[in-house]
């Protein structure tokens, strides 16, 4: 599953219980940092991309690899006006080689 996520998510000490809840359910495969105007202008909302596999109890590890990305470029501006840099198309290409070296498969 992959889903955007408002920022406040992963560091409001009052939505602890989301975050205790997912990793009971399985594991966070990869979080994407992604810019501000990656949703403008529609939303000016910080927002995080969370990949995550839903396993059964008994697979779910305790210590396990997380892929970790910073999109600084969303291929427009804050008005919607197409840019040339697009960082976020670029995570894919690390995804694949972050999946190489840990031995990942869904």
């Not at 992963?10 to 997912?22: A, D, P």
């Not at 970790?68 to 006006?81: I, L, Q, S, Y």
Request: glycine share 6%.
């Amino acid at each position: 599953m992959a889903i955007v996520l408002p920022d406040g998510i992963y560091g409001n000490e009052s939505l602890g219980y989301i975050r205790n809840w997912l990793l009971k359910q399985g594991r966070i495969v990869a979080v994407i940092d992604v810019p501000l105007e990656t949703f403008m202008p529609n939303t000016s909302t910080k927002t995080t991309i969370m990949i995550f596999q839903k396993l059964s109890e008994a697979k779910i590890k305790k210590d396990y690899p997380v892929f970790m990305a910073v999109a600084e470029t969303c291929g427009h501006d804050r008005r919607g006006k197409e840019a040339k840099d697009d960082d976020i198309l670029k995570v894919s290409d690390s995804f694949r080689e972050w999946s190489k070296k840990n031995d990942f498969k869904f």
